[in-house]
């Protein structure tokens, strides 16, 4: 069966870091691109990161250069994304996907998909 599991979210302070994580199951993350999406309240989905199958590349929305980083631990079937300076407007619910290649602007590239984990930053 495959399965996307995102992990890691949690309620935090502006200025705090966050490191959530994406477990695989059923296929193997290496073979694919991986890509962060997120989801807030009333807005459409829009891509934050993605880091490429094949040389490991990593593409960044304006909104998490800087800020964001992510990564995989291909032995673990895991990926990352550590947020840092954390801003009230990250607040959404984080999804990790699976696709052929990194595309942050055209969800339709990435076939698998987590139910996502909600990141609220809030004073």
């Known amino acids: 069966q495959v399965q996307l599991v995102e992990s890691g979210g949690g309620l935090v302070q502006p200025g705090a870091s966050l490191r959530l994580s994406c477990a695989a199951s059923?296929?193997?993350?290496?073979?694919?691109?991986i890509g962060w999406f997120r989801q807030a309240p009333g807005k459409e989905r829009e891509g934050v990161s993605c880091i490429s199958s094949s040389d490991g590349i990593t593409y960044y929305a304006d909104s998490g250069e800087g800020r964001f980083t992510i990564s995989r631990d291909n032995a673990k079937n895991m990926v990352y994304l550590q947020m840092n300076s954390l801003k009230p407007e990250d607040t959404a619910v984080y999804y990790c996907?699976?696709?052929?290649?990194?595309?942050?602007?055209?969800?339709?590239?990435?076939?698998?998909w987590g139910q996502g984990t909600q990141v609220i930053v809030s004073s």
């Open positions: 059923g296929f193997t993350l290496e073979s694919y691109a």
């Open positions: 996907a699976a696709g052929g290649l990194c595309a942050l602007s055209d969800t339709y590239e990435y076939d698998y």
